[in-house]
């Protein structure tokens, strides 16, 4: 049998007056002190202390009692920290480590250290989050942690499904967390599509006269016949049609063969298709800003060729992008908020 190591400081023999070890799972003595275990874990630790101490059959040259605990030394450390007035250092951005001492924490029943690890843990977890979402999200499932976990579904929903990285976190979530989180997706760009075609394609103007409603120039097919000299702006029908879905939304647009049509300018039909079809990859408010910057130049290029579309293009657009973007966010929150994808549903995280 391996002989056990002492932890480092300050779990060390010499470190502090210890009157108890606890034995991590890979065989590491930490030296505590009862008092900041049992205030920690009233319900578990405190009657264990409490209770006559049998005599343990592991041998301990200190003569204190040894308790075996299921966690490993990285957990266990992190985990006796945030019970200790300490603060963690290097074990800050250990994600795994932090995730499996939350899990403890639940199981000792340690309410504030769960809480302060938990407080932690999110900040901490952003430069894995932005790196590998998936990774944290399997995380997140793994030790049940909700606020991890819609902060890293909000996280994949920028990234193309194909472009996700795999994680060795994988294999200990079930199908059913992986189901959920494509549910997810889908489910956003559904509400997404939903709110585009059923509200009215115009935005409230300030005005000496108060609040107006504008209709976006690429729609106002009427403005352009009235105040262009010469030709009119090109006005098309461009058909629209979700690819992610066979159940079409009854949108109140042109309907004809299972297609729905859009009358608007060319250039912005070009435009909204391409945003479209990126939403449908990645529902997410990074979209149409990340989309819209070189299309965005191209569409206005476009309609700086119509004497109309170019004195308010530029202005209604950043309208339009604006206020996509905020309802973007808006949908995706709500559709998270839903709890189907932590309620019940997800192997480990529970609302």
Not at 104 to 113: I, L, N, P, S
Not at 287 to 304: D, N, P
Request: charged fraction near 25%; glycine fraction near 4%; proline fraction near 7%.
């Amino acid at each position: 049998m391996e002989t056990p190591r002492h932890a480092e400081s300050p779990f060390d023999p010499a470190s502090q007056t210890p009157d108890v070890i606890l034995r991590s799972s890979d065989n590491v003595d930490f030296y505590v002190i009862k008092t900041f275990l049992a205030f920690s874990s009233p319900d578990v630790f405190a009657p264990m202390f409490t209770l006559p101490q049998i005599q343990h059959d592991i041998p301990s040259p200190s003569g204190l009692h040894i308790v075996p605990v299921t966690e490993d030394s990285k957990a266990l450390r992190i985990l006796l920290l945030c019970c200790y007035p300490l603060d963690l250092q290097d074990e800050a951005n250990d994600i795994e480590g932090i995730s499996r001492a939350v899990s403890a924490a639940r199981k000792y029943a340690m309410d504030f250290a769960e809480k302060r690890i938990e407080k932690i843990l999110l900040p901490n977890a952003l430069p894995v989050l932005d790196k590998n979402p998936l990774h944290v999200y399997a995380v997140a499932c793994r030790y049940g942690l909700e606020e991890l976990g819609r902060a890293a579904v909000r996280k994949t929903l920028e990234v193309p499904p194909s472009h996700l990285s795999p994680s060795p976190e994988l294999k200990h979530i079930t199908g059913m967390d992986m189901y959920q989180l494509t549910q997810c997706r889908h489910r956003c760009v559904q509400g997404i599509w939903r709110w585009y075609f059923l509200t009215r394609h115009c935005f409230l103007e300030v005005t000496p006269y108060g609040e107006l409603e504008t209709p976006y120039v690429w729609f106002d097919e009427r403005s352009h016949d009235k105040h262009t000299p010469g030709e009119p702006c090109s006005f098309v029908r461009t058909e629209v049609v979700r690819v992610d879905d066979w159940d079409y939304l009854n949108f109140p647009m042109d309907y004809d063969d299972d297609h729905y049509t859009v009358l608007a300018t060319t250039w912005w039909s070009t435009y909204f298709l391409a945003l479209m079809k990126a939403i449908e990859l990645c529902p997410s408010k990074r979209t149409v800003v990340k989309v819209s910057e070189e299309a965005c130049y191209r569409a206005l290029k476009a309609a700086s060729s119509c004497t109309f579309c170019r004195l308010e293009a530029a202005r209604h657009l950043d309208f339009f992008r604006e206020d996509f973007a905020k309802n973007i966010d808006e949908i995706v929150t709500q559709v998270k908020g839903e709890g189907s994808l932590f309620a019940g549903n997800c192997s480990s995280i529970s609302a």
